[in-house]
C-alpha cells in the first residue's frame, strides 16, 4: 500500500470522526471545537506555549502543558495556569519536562500519555530559546547550547512521542520554526541556524512517516512579542561578559545591531499562532499542511516556500520516494 492511498483512506475515517466529534464545517460554523483532540506543549510556561495551551483547552481539547523546573508543583507559571484550569474547568495539566534532559522527557511523556487517556493527538514542538550577535562572537557554549534547546529538543521529544503515534497510525507534530529558518538577518545567525535546521528535520520527518499515517506541519512565525527575546537578551549579555576584548571592540557595532533587534518593538498579536495551530489540529487527516507562515507580513515567506518546495519537488517527485512526497504535499 502507498503512502498515498494510506493516507486517503485515513482522511475518509478522519472525516466520519470529525463529523461526531463537532469537527466537521468549523469554518464559519461558530466557535471552534476540539472536543475528543488531546495535546502535550512543550515550553508552556509564557509565549506561545501558554496561549496555545489555554486556546487549545477552551476549544475542548485535553491539553498537557509541559514547563521545566516546575518547583514540585510550586513554580509560579504552572500555578498560573492550574488556576485557570480550576476556574474556567478546562482539562488542562502541567507537567515537568526540559527538553535537554532525557530522563524529564521520558518521564514527563509518559505523564502526559496518561493524562491524556492513553494517546495524544499533537505534538507541539515549542520550547526555545533565542540568541543575537554575530556568527564569530558567539562561542561554542552559545552554539551548543542553542542547538541543545532549539533543535535537539524537538528531535527528543519527536522520538518520545511517535512509537504511540505510529502504532496508532495517527497523530501530529507541530514544529515551531520562524521566518528566519527560511531567510537570514546578520548578527541573529545562530538562531537562524537553528531554525533552518528545524525546517530541514521536520520536513524530511514529514516525509518518513507518511507511510505510518502521522502528519508533521512546520509552523513559522515571524517577530512576536514574547519573553523568547527577554531570554535572548540574557544569553547575549552572558556571551558579551564571556567574550574577550579584541572582539567586543571589532563588533561594537554588529552587538548593538542586534541589542536593537532583540529589544525592538513589536505590534503583532501572539494569539495568530495558537489560532493557526488549533485550525491545523482541526483538520482532517491528510489535509494538514507541511507549512504554515504565520504573520500578518508572510509575503516573503510564501514566496520561500513555494519556490523551495518547487526545487523539492523536482529531487522527490519522480524518485523512489515519490509517493512520500505525493502524500505530504498534496
Given amino acids: 500500500m502507498t503512502a498515498r492511498s494510506t493516507r486517503r483512506q485515513m482522511l475518509a475515517v478522519a472525516g466520519a470522526s470529525a463529523a461526531a466529534a463537532g469537527l466537521a464545517g468549523n469554518a464559519g460554523a461558530g466557535p ?41 508543583g510550586k513554580r509560579v507559571e504552572a ?12 482539562k488542562l495539566s ?9 530522563d524529564t522527557i521520558a518521564a514527563g511523556v509518559a505523564a502526559a500519555f496518561a493524562k491524556a487517556g492513553g494517546k495524544l493527538d499533537l505534538l507541539m514542538n515549542n520550547a526555545g530559546v533565542g540568541i543575537g550577535g554575530p556568527i564569530e562572537f558567539n562561542d561554542e557554549k552559545a552554539v551548543a547550547d542553542a542547538v541543545d534547546v532549539n533543535l535537539l529538543g524537538y528531535h527528543r521529544m519527536a522520538r518520545a512521542v511517535l512509537p504511540a503515534m505510529r502504532k496508532r497510525r495517527e497523530g501530529l507534530i507541530a514544529a515551531v520554526s520562524s521566518q528566519l529558518g527560511r531567510i537570514v538577518l546578520p548578527n541573529i545567525g545562530v538562531y537562524c541556524a537553528t531554525k533552518f535546521g528545524v525546517e530541514a528535520m521536520f520536513e524530511t520527518l514529514a516525509y ?5 499515517g502521522v502528519e508533521v506541519t512546520i509552523v513559522q512565525p515571524g ?36 541589542r536593537g533587534f532583540m529589544t525592538g518593538p513589536r505590534q503583532t498579536d501572539p494569539m495568530d499562532v495558537p489560532r493557526a495551530v488549533a485550525e491545523i489540529l482541526a483538520l482532517p487527516v491528510g489535509k494538514r499542511p507541511l507549512r504554515r507562515p504565520v504573520h500578518p507580513n508572510s509575503q516573503a515567506m510564501t514566496a520561500a516556500n513555494a519556490a523551495l518546495a518547487q526545487i523539492e519537488a523536482s529531487v522527490l517527485g519522480n524518485g523512489p520516494y515519490k509517493d512520500w512526497h505525493a502524500a505530504v504535499v498534496d
Fill in 79 to 90: 500555578q498560573e495556569l492550574a488556576d485557570i484550569a480550576r476556574d474556567e474547568k478546562l
Fill in 94 to 102: 502541567v507537567v515537568e519536562i526540559d527538553v535537554t534532559k532525557p
Fill in 208 to 212: 518518513e512517516l507518511a507511510p505510518f
Fill in 223 to 258: 517577530g512576536y512579542p514574547t519573553k523568547i527575546w527577554d531570554t535572548g537578551r540574557r544569553l547575549g549579555e552572558e556571551v558579551e561578559a564571556r567574550a574577550d576584548g579584541e572582539r567586543k571592540e571589532a563588533y561594537a557595532g554588529h552587538l548593538a545591531l542586534a
Fill in 32 to 72: 471552534l471545537s476540539l472536543k475528543g483532540k488531546s495535546a502535550l506543549i512543550t515550553g508552556a510556561s509564557s509565549g506561545f506555549g501558554r496561549l496555545t495551551a489555554l486556546h487549545l483547552a477552551r476549544a475542548g481539547a485535553v491539553v498537557v502543558a509541559s514547563m521545566r523546573n516546575l518547583k514540585g
